[in-house]
C-alpha cells in the first residue's frame, strides 16, 4: 500500500482517530481509520474492502501514537489489526493537566486557538460512499493532534507530571478491551420501572431476543425494538399477539412482521422458572451502594468520608481530577474491606493490587493511610 510506505518514512508520532458507527451498526467496529505523521500527510482508510492492515501496522508500530480518548478507539483498532506500542492520549493529558474541559474541540480552541468543524460525529460511518465533507470533517481530527500532542507535553513537563502521564498510557495500553459486561440487559433504559423479578425475566428475554436480531441484521438493537417499547411491553402484560400490537411502537409495519417474535419472547420469559428468574440488582463483588454504609457499617462510612475529604484536598492542590487521581472504585473497596494490619504498607500494597499506578500511590497513601486507620 502506498501510504503505508509513506508513513514508514514519516518521521515523529502518527495521529491516529477512528469513526463508527454507534447507533447505527451492532457493535464498535471501525468504518473509517485516519492518520497523519509528519512528512506522510494525511491518509484516511476504510477498513471495509481492507480488512489486512498488516502494513500499515508494521510501518508505524514502532512509533508513538497519539489518540484522543484512546480507550474508545482502541478495540475498534485492535480488532483491524491496529495496535501501538506506545500511545500518548491528548484527552487524558489534558485531564492531568487539569484543563477544565478535554473534548477534542474544546482542548484544542484553548490550546492551538482555533475551532474543530463538528456536526458528523454522530453519523452514520458505515454509509457507502462516504460524502467528501464528512471525509474532510474526519480529516480536521488527525490534523491537529500531534501539534496539541506537543502542546499538553509541555504543559505537563512544567507540572512535574510528564511521569504521571506516562504512567498512565501505559496503564491503557495494558488494559486491552474492556470484559464483557454481565447482565447487559440490566442497562435497558426504564428497567428501574419493573418491580417483579418476574418482569425482570420477561425484559430479560425480549432483550435477548432483540439482540439476537440485532447481531443478525448488523444494526443497533435501539433501531430494531428501542428500549421504552420493550418496557412497555412488559408492563402491559399482553395477553396475545394482538394485545402487544395495540401498544405503540408494536403498530409500525416492521414490527407487525415480527410480533411472533416479540411474543414469544414474551412467552419465554413468562415460562421461566422461579427459581431461574433474575434477582431484583445484579450480584456484585463490590460493597454496596455509599448511601447505605452509614446503616450498615458505620466505620466504613467514616473512613470513606475522610478519604474523600483527603483526596478533594489533594486534587484541588495539583490540579488533577479526582477520579484521575485514583479510581473511585478502588478507594470505596478499600474503606469498605481495609486490609487487615491497616498500616502504609498494607493499604500500598492494596492499592497496587487494585490497579493504582506508582505516582497514584505515592500521592495518596498517606491520606487513605490515615482514613483506614480511622476507624
Not at 76 to 82: F, P, R, S, T, V
Not at 206 to 227: F, I, S, Y
Not at 306 to 314: M, N, Q, S, T, Y
Request: glycine share 8%.
Amino acid at each position: 500500500m502506498e501510504y503505508a510506505e509513506a508513513l514508514r518514512a514519516g518521521t515523529g508520532p502518527v495521529a491516529v482517530d477512528a469513526e463508527r458507527a454507534s447507533g447505527y451498526r451492532y457493535g464498535q467496529k471501525a468504518y473509517l481509520v485516519q492518520m497523519r505523521r509528519n512528512g506522510s500527510g494525511t491518509g484516511l482508510i476504510d477498513p471495509v474492502p481492507l480488512p489486512d492492515l498488516s502494513v500499515i501496522q508494521d510501518a508505524v508500530a514502532d512509533a508513538e501514537w497519539v489518540l484522543h480518548a484512546a480507550n474508545q478507539d482502541l478495540p475498534c483498532l485492535a480488532e483491524i489489526g491496529l495496535v501501538p506500542r506506545r500511545i500518548f492520549d491528548t484527552e487524558l493529558a489534558a485531564r492531568l493537566a487539569g484543563l477544565p474541559r478535554v473534548g477534542l474541540g474544546a482542548v484544542v480552541e484553548s490550546l492551538l486557538g482555533f475551532s474543530l468543524q463538528k456536526g458528523h460525529s454522530a453519523a452514520d460511518w458505515s454509509t457507502r460512499p462516504l460524502p467528501e465533507e464528512w471525509l474532510v470533517y474526519a480529516a480536521l481530527d488527525v490534523e491537529v493532534l500531534v501539534d496539541l500532542r506537543d502542546a499538553l507535553a509541555a504543559i505537563l513537563e512544567e507540572q512535574g507530571k510528564t511521569e504521571w502521564a506516562r504512567q498512565e498510557f501505559e496503564a491503557v495500553l495494558a488494559a486491552g478491551p474492556p470484559a464483557p459486561k454481565a447482565d447487559p440487559w440490566r442497562r435497558t433504559s426504564g428497567v428501574h420501572g419493573l418491580r417483579s423479578r418476574r418482569q425482570l425475566g420477561i425484559l430479560r428475554s425480549l432483550w435477548q431476543a432483540r439482540d439476537d436480531m440485532a447481531r443478525r441484521r448488523d444494526v443497533a438493537p435501539g433501531r430494531v425494538l428501542p428500549d421504552s417499547a420493550m418496557v412497555a411491553a412488559v408492563q402491559a402484560d399482553p395477553s396475545n399477539e394482538g394485545a402487544l400490537l395495540e401498544l405503540p411502537v408494536f403498530r409500525g409495519r416492521a414490527n407487525r412482521k415480527l410480533v411472533a417474535t416479540w411474543f414469544g419472547a414474551i412467552t419465554r420469559g413468562r415460562d421461566v422458572p422461579e427459581a431461574e428468574l433474575p434477582p431484583h440488582s445484579k450480584s456484585g463483588d463490590g460493597p454496596p451502594p455509599v448511601n447505605r454504609w452509614a446503616d450498615r457499617d458505620p466505620a466504613a462510612a467514616t473512613r470513606l468520608q475522610v478519604a474523600r475529604a483527603g483526596l478533594a484536598e489533594i486534587s484541588e492542590k495539583h490540579s488533577v481530577p479526582v477520579e484521575n487521581l485514583l479510581s473511585p472504585d478502588l478507594v470505596r473497596r478499600i474503606m469498605w474491606s481495609p486490609p487487615g494490619d491497616r498500616d502504609s504498607a498494607a493499604v500500598a500494597e492494596a492499592l497496587r493490587a487494585g490497579g493504582a499506578r506508582a505516582w497514584q500511590v505515592e500521592l495518596t497513601l498517606a491520606v487513605l493511610a490515615d482514613a483506614v486507620s480511622r476507624a
